[in-house]
Nanobody, 131 residues
Framework: QVQLVESGGGLVQAGGSLRLSCAAS????????MAWFRQAPGKEREFVAAITGSGRSTHYTDSVKGRFTISRDNAKNSVYLQMNRLKPDDTAMYYCAADISQSSQLYVTVGQTRPETYDYWGQGTQVTVSS
């Protein structure tokens, strides 16, 4: 049974930093792409960042480029999202997700920016940025 468990959310002032973690179990972690999405109240779930199984390819939504960094440690079955220079607009529930439809891909695909591509989701961790 695949499980994804996020942690690291919290309340931070604008300009601050947080590091989110997602621990995975029940899958051959290093094989599959992982992603972070977020969802604010009343809004659709939004792609934030994705990373291939090897970690060699990443992709970000424009609004977080230069501020957020996605990474993974396959030895620990974990994926991370380092968030710097946070803004109030970053306030949302953050979810990690696993796409097991492809294995050992070289690059993040356009399809992997869409939530429907992903097979497994964590329960989310809340990030709140105060102004």
């Amino acid at each position: 049974q695949v499980q994804l468990v996020e942690s690291g959310g919290g309340l931070v002032q604008a300009g601050g930093s947080l590091r989110l973690s997602c621990a995975a179990s029940g899958l051959t972690f290093s094989t599959y792409a992982m992603a972070w999405f977020r969802q604010a109240p009343g809004k659709e779930r939004e792609f934030v960042a994705a990373i291939t199984g090897s970690g060699r390819s990443t992709h970000y939504t424009d609004s977080v480029k230069g501020r957020f960094t996605i990474s993974r440690d396959n030895a620990k079955n974990s994926v991370y999202l380092q968030m710097n220079r946070l803004k109030p607009d970053d306030t949302a529930m953050y979810y990690c997700a696993a796409d097991i439809s492809q294995s050992s891909q070289l690059y993040v695909t356009v399809g992997q920016t869409r939530p429907e591509t992903y097979d497994y989701w964590g329960q989310g961790t809340q990030v709140t940025v105060s102004s």
